[in-house]
């Protein structure tokens, strides 16, 4: 069974911080993984998807890696800013790949 | 391009009664997808539709039921409801049902049952 874990669960940083946010998982046959960003009594908003084939994906600010060999991913966030403040989820296939497994989540706080 | 609407916004429902919340995917996506959310977890997988056929099915029991119409819009049917249905349900849609496709969500449902 597959299980995703988010460490840590909670980050307080201040504005303009380099930050790294990490997902683990147990199973390392996965068909991608996604980042999702959440903010308070919202939906999920997608921020990055690594193919299985992939190692790393970059959007703006955002670098994601995979590596599914030791079950591992990271999220890194540049020069962080107060609106970065928000829970972000990691989720990876289950094994029939028809659904998402997710972590609990890092809720991130970025002081100005 | 709208994205994955949601509706209702907010539901108040009480103990054993029935709801039904609606999902409309992404113009041109085919598979939509159900998620529960309780406070403080992440999102928990409850079904997913592709081509009004149901694809897979999470640990949820039979009180939940799903539905995909012609248009690819969705119905998510939750009866004889318990306090402990109280969450955010989101709805998700991709391209295709395969998970190499990238799964977008919608604002969610809050429900809340008292």
């Known amino acids: 069974k597959q299980e995703v874990t988010q460490i840590p669960a909670a980050l307080s940083v201040p504005e303009g911080e380099n930050l790294v946010l990490n997902c683990s998982f147990t199973?390392?046959?996965?068909?991608?993984l996604q980042w999702f960003r959440q903010d308070p009594g919202k939906g999920l908003t997608s921020l990055l998807l690594?193919?299985?084939?992939?190692r790393e994906q970059t959007s703006g600010r955002l670098n994601a890696s995979l590596d599914k060999s030791s079950g591992r991913s990271t999220l890194y966030i540049a020069a962080s800013q107060p609106g970065d403040s928000a829970t972000y989820l990691c989720?990876?296939?289950?094994?029939?790949?028809?659904?998402?497994?997710f972590g609990k989540g890092t809720t991130l706080s970025v002081s100005s | 391009d709208a994205g994955v609407t949601q509706s209702p916004t907010h539901l108040i429902k009480t103990r054993g009664q029935q709801v039904t919340l609606r999902c409309s995917p992404i113009?041109?996506?085919?598979?939509v997808s159900w998620y529960q959310q309780v406070l403080g977890q992440g999102p928990q997988f409850i079904f997913q539709?592709?081509?009004?056929?149901?694809?897979g099915r999470g640990n949820f029991p039979d009180r939940f039921s799903a539905r995909q119409f012609p248009n690819y819009s969705s119905e998510l049917n939750v009866n004889a409801l318990l306090l402990g249905d109280s969450a955010l349900y989101l709805c998700?849609?991709?391209?295709?049902?395969?998970?190499?496709?990238?799964?977008?969500f919608g604002p969610g449902t809050r429900l809340t049952v008292t």
């Open positions: 998700a849609s991709s391209a295709q049902p395969g998970l190499a496709n990238e799964q977008y």
């Open positions: 199973d390392s046959a996965i068909y991608n």
């Open positions: 690594i193919q299985s084939s992939q």
């Open positions: 989720a990876v296939s289950n094994q029939a790949g028809t659904a998402l497994i």
């Open positions: 113009s041109g996506h085919k598979s």
């Open positions: 539709y592709y081509e009004k056929e149901e694809r």
